[in-house]
C-alpha cells in the first residue's frame, strides 16, 4: 500500500534551518510528484511547492523562494525538505503529498521554531 | 494568486441531516479541456487531511456516497447527504488550475 512517513519532530532556533524527509512505499516514487504543505498551530493549509522526483525539477511558492529547497534521493525512494533562516511564524506542521490531487498524505513533522 | 472563499466557517450539524458547504473562487477553474480544477479534503482532529473530491465532482477511492461535489466556473458546493459522526472535521475546498495551488480557509464540521 502506497505510504508517505516522515521524519521527526524538530525544535529549532530563530536564524536556523530544518530539513524534513518524507519516505515514500508502495508505489514507484519516480512516477508522482511530491508537494509540501505547511498548517500553523490552528490554521488552515498552505501549499509550499513541488519537486518532480523523476527529473529533479521543483516549483516554489513566492512566498518561500530564496528560503525553500526540495530534493530527492532517487535510490531510497525519499523527498527533503529544507527550509531556512527559520522565524518564529515557520512553526507548523509540514506535510508531504503525492501528486495533484493529494491523493496520500504523509503524518507530519511538527517544526517549532524557538529561542 | 487565486482567493478561495468558504461559507460558513463553522457548520454544526445534527447526525442524520445533510450539509452543504460553499467554496467560491475569484477565477474560474474550468480548464477549456472541460474539468474543473477544484478538490475538496477532509482533515479529522489530530490527523492528516485526505482527499475527498478531485476535478470537482469526482469522488476518492473509498469515499462514502454521501458526499458529493458539484458546481462550476466559481462556485462549488460539498454535499453530504445525511452526516455521521465520523464526518466531523475542517473540510477545505483547493484550487488546483494554477501552480500556485491555493485552499480555502476551511469549514469546521461539529454534530450538534
Known amino acids: 500500500q502506497v505510504q508517505l512517513v516522515q521524519s521527526g519532530a524538530e525544535v529549532k532556533k530563530p536564524g536556523a534551518s530544518v530539513k524534513v524527509s518524507c519516505k515514500a512505499s508502495?508505489?514507484?516514487?519516480?512516477?508522482?510528484?511530491i508537494h509540501w504543505v505547511r498548517q500553523a498551530p490552528g490554521q488552515g493549509l498552505e501549499w509550499m511547492g513541488w519537486i518532480n522526483p523523476n527529473s529533479g525539477g521543483t516549483n516554489y511558492a513566492q512566498k518561500f523562494q530564496g528560503r525553500v529547497t526540495m530534493t530527492r534521493d532517487t535510490s531510497i525512494g525519499t523527498a527533503y525538505m529544507e527550509l531556512s533562516r527559520l522565524r518564529s511564524d515557520d512553526t507548523a506542521v509540514y506535510y508531504c503529498?503525492?501528486?495533484?490531487?493529494?491523493?496520500?498524505w504523509g503524518q507530519g513533522t511538527l517544526v517549532t521554531v524557538s529561542s | 494568486d487565486i482567493v478561495m472563499t468558504q461559507s460558513p466557517l463553522s457548520l454544526p450539524v445534527t447526525p442524520g441531516e445533510p450539509a452543504s458547504i460553499s467554496c467560491k473562487s475569484s477565477?474560474?477553474?474550468?480548464?477549456?479541456?472541460?474539468?474543473?480544477?477544484l478538490d475538496w479534503y477532509l482533515q479529522r482532529p489530530g490527523q492528516s487531511p485526505h482527499l475527498l473530491i478531485y476535478l470537482g465532482s469526482n469522488r476518492a477511492s473509498g469515499v462514502p456516497d454521501r458526499f458529493s461535489g458539484s458546481g462550476s466556473g466559481t462556485d462549488f458546493t460539498l454535499k453530504i447527504s445525511r452526516v455521521e459522526a465520523e464526518d466531523i472535521g475542517v473540510y477545505y475546498c483547493m484550487q488546483a488550475l494554477q501552480i500556485r495551488y491555493t485552499f480555502g480557509q476551511g469549514t469546521k464540521l461539529e454534530i450538534k
Open positions: 508502495g508505489y514507484t516514487f519516480t512516477g508522482y510528484n
Open positions: 477565477q474560474s477553474l474550468l480548464h477549456s479541456n472541460g474539468y474543473n480544477y
Open positions: 503529498a503525492r501528486t495533484i490531487p493529494f491523493d496520500y
